[in-house]
């Protein structure tokens, strides 16, 4: 089936301009996260969504980053006034969660393309 | 306190040969999820196996096993019989809290293999 699909692969933006990047997970996966990853950082986790339940925002580097989920599906993560420090590869994954599951459904993260952001 | 650590920045290895990447990981919670990713030059992660905490078994796919030694924290990835397009970087990560329950994943820094001839 189809896998995780990210959009723009690639974004170039000039600093202090608003971006939008877009995910659309595995079709049934309930849990969805996006991640961030760069040269210096490496690979930070920035939030994820569960079901109905509020997001996990903990890893969120200011408060110029949000995300929202529509539907319980496709995801947007928006960087405002954006900065030349946000310049990295921003991914996202989905997963399967299940209250009780055990055994070999290990909740596997299944990550997309991921989008380039450059900002110059 | 880094959570994941991966000692490796690079490694070589010949076609045909095995090959092991080291994770080391540090928690408090008896329940976690130790995983290996592979990202070829692509960019795109590509999940090979897991590994969880209360499994009694070292866990297997195809020429992937995941060498897991609780008491010595170490998860570390074989990869028998290298093969030309293994050449990657190689990620291990770790997801804490009982299997069922969404959770973040922590990386290490990876370890960039490469195959030669």
């Known amino acids: 089936g189809a896998g995780v699909s990210q959009s723009p692969s690639n974004k170039v933006t000039e600093k202090g301009k608003d971006v939008e990047l877009r995910c659309d997970p595995i079709?049934?996966?309930?849990?969805l996260y996006w991640y961030r990853q760069s040269l210096g950082q490496g690979l930070e986790f920035l939030i994820y969504f569960q079901g109905n339940s509020a997001p996990d925002k903990s890893g969120l580097p200011s408060d110029r980053f949000s995300a929202e989920r529509t539907g319980g599906s496709v995801s947007t993560l928006t960087i405002q006034r954006t900065q030349q420090e946000d310049s990295a590869v921003y991914l996202c994954?989905?997963?399967?969660?299940?209250?009780?599951?055990?055994?070999?459904?290990?909740?596997?993260?299944?990550f997309g393309p991921g989008t380039r952001l450059t900002v110059l | 306190a880094q959570k994941i650590t991966q000692t490796q920045p690079g490694m070589f290895v010949q076609e045909k040969e095995a090959v092991t990447l080291d994770c080391t990981y540090d928690?408090?919670?008896?329940?976690?999820?130790l995983f290996w990713y592979k990202q070829p030059s692509s960019g795109e992660m590509i999940f090979l196996i897991y590994q969880g905490s209360y499994d009694q078994q070292n866990a297997t796919e195809g020429r992937y096993s995941l060498n897991f030694q609780k008491a010595r924290k170490s998860a570390n990835l074989v990869i028998s019989a290298s093969q030309l397009g293994d050449s990657a970087m190689y990620f291990c990560a770790m997801r804490e809290g009982l299997t069922g329950t969404a959770s973040k994943l922590t990386f290490g820094t990876g370890t960039r293999l490469q195959v030669t001839l």
């Open positions: 928690t408090s919670d008896p329940s976690y999820g």
């Open positions: 079709s049934g996966h309930t849990a």
């Open positions: 994954a989905s997963s399967l969660y299940r209250v009780g599951a055990s055994g070999k459904s290990p909740d596997t993260q299944y």
